[in-house]
């Protein structure tokens, strides 16, 4: 454990001179999961000081300066943000450690809400009218829901994070359930996961996807929550509607670099409410759907 401190420590000395060449992980590689409170950032020289918790395996607790890859977190990390990443340690490599997967799950202040998304919350605004393919292979669109609550989240079905679209997806089909047991409100809200891997996403994997989340019955009920996928440009222009970012990771090309957006969509067809991040509980999502039907 000293040793590795030491190291890591040494690494810091030449944070300055680190290239600008995007860093490339070796098979020999490490990776731990990390989390922590962002101290400062430094945009310019893509780094960001992070007070983190003890990595397990790893390293104890400590503030330390960390190179970020992804281009897109910079509009959202802020002093105080709460953040999950992959740290990357490879000592074979030009920058020697970095951050990957970055996910901001908490606003600077917890009296705040949630980190603001990268375009605008179209709060008040209509969703556009794109089409989809759910996972029976029927198409629809967002006009199909009027008259009906829907939340909306952003998912692919490959993503290996428990606290990124695994958690999404849990918490849609517990609340597909509970919804689905509801006299008063089963026939007034919806849930609908969009996936932004249209390439490998298609219905029928997507169907399988969420009936395993519903308990893989006989018969997977559908009609609550739906699971759709679009051609890259339907889905890109939701996802730039609703604030989502996303990119394939140019590391491993199934995986996915991307933020976590859920919205609350109103029988009128416009948006009520949009949460960022993964702090967001079914029963914030069912109190948000309620008061846009009572």
């Known amino acids: ?82 953040v999950h990443a992959e740290l990357i340690v490879d000592n074979s490599a030009k920058d020697p450690y970095w951050l990957e997967k970055i996910a901001i799950v908490a606003a600077p202040n917890p009296n705040q809400p949630p980190p603001p998304v990268a375009v605008a919350p179209q709060v008040g605004k209509v969703v556009p009218d794109i089409k989809l393919t759910d996972q029976d292979g029927k198409r629809f669109s967002f006009a199909d829901y009027r008259g009906k609550a829907v939340a909306v989240t952003f998912i692919y079905r490959e993503c290996p994070l428990p606290e990124y679209c695994i958690k999404m997806s849990r918490h849609f089909s517990d609340l597909a359930l509970r919804l689905a047991a509801d006299p008063v409100f089963r026939d007034k809200m919806r849930l609908l996961s969009i996936s932004f891997d249209p ?83 079914p029963e914030d999502i069912l109190r948000s759907l309620a008061a846009t039907v009572n």
């Not at 590795?4 to 060449?21: D, N, P, Q, V």
């Not at 990776?31 to 000081?49: E, L, M, Q």
């Not at 983190?52 to 802020?78: Q, S, Y």
């Not at 051609?231 to 939701?238: C, D, H, N, Q, T």
């Open 1 to 82: 454990m000293r040793t590795k401190l030491i190291i890591l420590s040494c690494f810091l000395m030449f944070g300055a001179c680190k290239s600008a060449e995007t860093p490339s992980a070796s098979a020999a590689a490490k990776r731990y999961p990390i989390k922590g409170t962002v101290v400062s950032v430094d945009k310019p020289n893509k780094s960001a000081k992070i007070d983190h918790e003890p990595i397990d395996g790893f390293m104890e607790a400590m503030t330390m300066d960390f190179p970020v890859r992804e281009d897109w977190v910079w509009d959202d990390l802020t002093s105080g943000s709460v």
């Open 199 to 281: 390439e490998r996403d298609t219905p029928e994997k997507l169907k399988q996807y969420g009936q395993g989340y519903l308990g893989n019955q006989a018969k997977p009920d559908f009609s609550i929550w739906r699971l759709a996928v679009g051609s890259e440009k339907e889905v890109r222009s939701l996802a730039d509607f609703f604030g989502l970012k996303y990119e394939v990771d140019q590391e491993d090309k199934t995986q996915f670099n991307h933020s976590l957006v859920t919205a609350v969509v109103g029988p009128d067809g416009t948006v009520k409410e949009i949460f960022a991040g993964n702090r967001w509980t």
